[in-house]
C-alpha cells in the first residue's frame, strides 16, 4: 500500500539531516571559539579575511552566504575587539572595505588548533569527507549561480 505522506517523513527529508549535522558541528565549535573570544559566524568572517587579508562588505557577504543585516554587527564586534578595521573605498564611498589588523592576522595563529580538532571528533574516512564535500559545495555553488542570475 503506497503511502502518500512518505515524502513528509521525518526520516525521508534531506533537510534534516544537514540541518542537525550543522547544529552538532556549530555546538563542538563552541568551547573551541569561546578560548579565542569568537562566536562561530565571527569565525567565518575571520577565515574570509585570513584568507583575502582586505575584501568589501559585499563580497564577504557573498562569500558566507549572509545577508548585509546580519554582516554589519559581527564587523562591528571584530572591530570593536580589534581584529579588523573597516573604512569607506576611496574609489566608491558605497563601499566598505575590511582589512585585517595585526590583532587579527595573531588571532589566526591562536585558531590553529580549531580544524584539527573539529576533524577528529568526527571519524570519516578521506573519501567519505571528500564525497561529503564536494556534495555540500555542489549545492552551494547552485546556490551561488541562483543569485548571480538575479
Same mark, same amino acid.
Given at each position: 500500500?503506497?503511502?502518500?505522506?512518505?515524502? %513528509?517523513?521525518?526520516?525521508?527529508? %534531506?533537510?534534516?539531516?544537514?540541518?542537525?549535522?550543522?547544529?552538532?558541528?556549530?555546538?563542538?565549535?563552541?568551547?573551541?571559539?569561546?578560548?579565542?573570544?569568537?562566536?562561530?559566524?565571527?569565525?567565518?568572517?575571520?577565515?574570509? %579575511?585570513?584568507?583575502?587579508?582586505?575584501?568589501?562588505?559585499?563580497?564577504?557577504?557573498?562569500?558566507?552566504?549572509?545577508?548585509?543585516?546580519?554582516?554589519?554587527?559581527?564587523?562591528?564586534?571584530?572591530?570593536?575587539?580589534?581584529?579588523?578595521?573597516?573604512?569607506?573605498?576611496?574609489?566608491?564611498?558605497?563601499?566598505?572595505?575590511?582589512?585585517?589588523?595585526?590583532?587579527?592576522?595573531?588571532?589566526?595563529?591562536?585558531?590553529?588548533?580549531?580544524?584539527?580538532?573539529?576533524?577528529?571528533?568526527?571519524?570519516?574516512?578521506?573519501?567519505?569527507?571528500?564525497? %561529503?564535500?564536494?556534495?555540500?559545495?555542489?549545492?552551494?555553488?547552485?546556490?551561488?549561480?541562483?543569485?548571480?542570475?538575479?
Amino acid at each position: 500500500m503506497d503511502d502518500k505522506y512518505a515524502a %513528509l517523513r521525518l526520516k525521508n527529508q %534531506l533537510c534534516f539531516p544537514l540541518y542537525a549535522v550543522s547544529n552538532m558541528i556549530t555546538r563542538k565549535y563552541k568551547p573551541l571559539l569561546d578560548k579565542l573570544d569568537l562566536t562561530y559566524t565571527q569565525y567565518i568572517v575571520m577565515m574570509v %579575511l585570513w584568507e583575502e587579508k582586505q575584501v568589501n562588505e559585499k563580497f564577504l557577504c557573498e562569500a558566507l552566504f549572509l545577508k548585509s543585516n546580519t554582516v554589519t554587527p559581527l564587523l562591528q564586534k571584530l572591530e570593536a575587539k580589534g581584529y579588523i578595521a573597516k573604512a569607506k573605498d576611496t574609489s566608491d564611498e558605497r563601499n566598505l572595505v575590511i582589512t585585517l589588523t595585526e590583532a587579527g592576522k595573531k588571532l589566526q595563529e591562536d585558531a590553529l588548533c580549531v580544524p584539527e580538532a573539529i576533524a577528529q571528533e568526527y571519524h570519516l574516512t578521506l573519501e567519505e569527507a571528500m564525497g %561529503l564535500y564536494q556534495v555540500l559545495y555542489k549545492m552551494l555553488d547552485q546556490e551561488r549561480a541562483k543569485n548571480t542570475e538575479k
